[in-house]
């Protein structure tokens, strides 16, 4: 495993993304850093620059400024519908089991559109650590559950925009010192915001924490050492303030009806061939993720070893190359359609 994260970095790139959420039944893609703002692809999830050249590079300081919503974050083109007390299923892209640890999620009040990420209150609304019965990480249990999170938005806040901020926190670099020479131990923050406008009647706005502010370097659930034995794991203290205690009944009345442009798809012809190019890159960031988790890419578990791994990348630069002269093409396409900036 160390050799393996330690000689290729591309893996960075290929894990703990979101490729889209569900609001109440209708699916806005999140934000492909890879492409979608070359394409000029509207997205309810917050735009923000990819640290140090990896799109979704953790953050791995709590007092960081990127920690709310990736660094130096902008707000999205458009914004999710859902009505309060509804679904939400949050789409993670592979995920990596050694990268144990919790996932969180947060709903943060936005007063007005050009409000900072450090100035909004968020309240957690879901979250899930170590399961001790089942002896499970919550990264471990999305692997389970198809790399899905399904939670429900509470009841009895106030309708209005909210940002929701969920996020993975990998553990595995606590300690664990495998290469001190580039500063990648410490905790592994990786964190998505999406626009969304909840709908209803409620009037309940609870007390929240900012980011940077509501996690702490020192708190147990975050500087959590996972190797020193794994009874210390039933101990685990999810970090930040407890979930929101209101309401979450289910939603009355009927979802609301949102148009394909409003999720932030392309007109259809072009989001064929735009999910037929992103399939292909997804399937080497899925096949990665698999195969450091001991998963073949035809679904096989893998002898001890990288071999395979190693083969398969060799095998990947072709495909690469053909990958890179096709998105030249969509690209042209988008401009001359007047999807992309020209
Ligand atoms: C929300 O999800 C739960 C569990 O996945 C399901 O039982 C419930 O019916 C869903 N609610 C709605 C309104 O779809």
């Given at each position: 495993m160390k050799f393996i994260l330690a000689t290729l970095p591309v893996l960075v790139?290929?894990?703990?993304?979101?490729?889209?959420?569900?609001?109440?039944?209708?699916?806005?893609?999140?934000?492909?850093?890879?492409?979608?703002?070359?394409?000029?692809?509207?997205?309810?999830?917050?735009?923000?620059?990819?640290?140090?050249?990896?799109?979704?590079?953790a953050v791995r300081d709590v007092e960081d400024a990127s920690i709310t919503c990736g660094l130096d974050a902008t707000p999205p083109d458009l914004s999710a519908k859902a009505r309060a007390g509804a679904n939400v299923t949050v789409q993670w892209s592979g995920i990596i089991r050694m990268h144990l640890g919790p996932v969180l999620t947060y709903l943060g009040r936005l007063p007005t559109p050009d409000t900072k990420p450090l100035d909004i209150s968020f309240f957690k609304i879901n979250e899930a650590g170590f399961d001790k019965a089942r002896r499970k990480w919550a990264n471990e249990d999305l692997i389970e559950h198809g790399t899905a999170d399904t939670f429900q938005l509470p009841s009895d806040i106030k309708p209005g925009t909210y940002v929701l901020r969920t996020e993975l926190l990998a553990l595995h670099g606590?300690?664990?010192?495998?290469?001190?020479?580039?500063?990648?131990?410490?905790?592994?923050?990786?964190?998505?915001?999406?626009?969304?406008?909840?709908?209803?009647?409620g009037n309940v706005e609870p007390a929240g924490v900012k980011f940077p502010g509501g996690y702490k370097r020192d708190e147990p659930g975050v500087k959590f050492n996972l190797y020193k034995s794994e009874k210390d794991w039933d101990g685990y203290i999810i970090p930040g303030p407890p979930k929101y205690a209101g309401k979450y009944e289910a939603p009355t009345g009927e979802p609301p009806k949102v148009e394909?442009?409003?999720?932030?798809?392309?007109?259809?012809?072009?989001?064929?061939?735009?999910?037929?190019?992103?399939?292909?890159?997804?399937?080497?960031?899925?096949?990665?993720s698999n195969m450091?988790?001991?998963?073949?890419?035809?679904?096989?578990?893998?002898?001890?070893?990288?071999?395979?791994?190693?083969?398969?990348?060799?095998?990947r630069t072709k495909v690469q190359a053909a990958l890179k002269e096709e998105y030249k093409n969509l690209l042209a396409e988008a401009k001359a359609l007047g999807i992309a900036p020209k």
């Open positions: 790139a290929a894990h703990s993304a979101v490729w889209k959420v569900t609001f109440d039944g209708t699916t806005y893609p999140a934000r492909d850093a890879r492409m979608d703002p070359e394409l000029g692809a509207k997205r309810a999830e917050w735009h923000f620059k990819n640290v140090q050249n990896f799109p979704w590079m606590n300690r664990m010192n495998y290469l001190p020479q580039d500063g990648y131990s410490g905790p592994q923050f990786y964190t998505h915001c999406f626009n969304v406008e909840i709908l209803g009647n394909p442009k409003d999720t932030g798809l392309f007109p259809p012809a072009f989001q064929a061939k735009y999910e037929a190019y992103k399939a292909k890159e997804d399937e080497y960031a899925i096949a990665s450091v988790n001991g998963v073949d890419p035809t679904g096989k578990e893998m002898a001890k070893g990288s071999a395979s791994i190693a083969t398969y990348f060799q095998g």
